[in-house]
């Protein structure tokens, strides 16, 4: 995953693949499957794992990760042909133009579909991030939170669980949150304005309340994780 510290995902990946029974020779199609953490845990419990990303550079870390796996390049709308016992759709559901397409599709390729996103922003800790960096953003409303049982339902699924998973992203000094920010094109561009010193300080004074006692910062972010069948 990119959106945060390595390794962050193990948590949320586990509650997919638990509460969609995933074992020994299961078929599973990871939409969006990104560098194939996913797909690695998958393949780790035995299933047969196909996965697809419009990204070809993705493709390729995912087979690197995966090499029994299958991987293409290619979109979720207009996914490999099924049929899969899975068809899951991890952090991808906010990347997408059609959410419920993406979903309808997954329920004609799957027998159990399995999705993931955010929480709400006063869900997750990493909200500071853009907290710190407001000053010397454009004031912009506030997220509207993904309604995933509604998309489900609008995609003619049936709703079989929706559970609450915490991932937390744990950094272990101040370079760790420092340097993927910078290297971001939001961290560039309000380094650019503020001066690096100003944003660094703007972060640091934000993550206080989360550090650790070993010098480090813990931040709690919620994960929704659906789990439907075709209706
Ligand atoms: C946030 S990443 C999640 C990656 C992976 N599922 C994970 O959880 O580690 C979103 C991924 O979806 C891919 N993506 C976005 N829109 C897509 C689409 N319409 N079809 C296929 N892949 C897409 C991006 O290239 C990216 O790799």
Known sequence: MTEGPRGWGTPLHAAVLDATAVGPGATLLDLGCGTGLFARAAADRGARVTGVDRDPAAVAMASAEVPEGRFVVGTAEHPPAGPFDVVAAVQLLMHV?????????????????????WGREDECDVRVFGEA?????????????????????????????????????DY?????????????????????????????????????PYRTDDGGYRLHNLFRVLVAHPG
């Not at 397409?101 to 159990?112: I, S």
Request: aromatic letters at 4%; glycine letters at 8%; a negative charge.
């Open 133 to 169: 960096l407001a000053p010397w953003l454009d004031a912009r409303p506030a997220a509207d939170p993904v309604d995933l049982r509604g998309l489900a339902e609008r995609a003619g699924l049936v709703v079989d669980r929706l559970d609450e998973v915490v991932c937390p992203f």
């Open 97 to 117: 133009v059609d959410p419920v397409a993406v979903l309808a599709t997954a329920g004609r390729t799957g027998t159990v579909v399995a999705a993931t996103v």
């Open 172 to 208: 272990e000094d101040d370079d760790a949150v420092l340097g993927p920010l910078f290297d971001s094109a939001l961290g560039r561009a309000v380094g650019r304005s503020a001066g690096p010193v100003a944003l660094r300080d703007a972060v640091l004074d934000r993550l206080e």
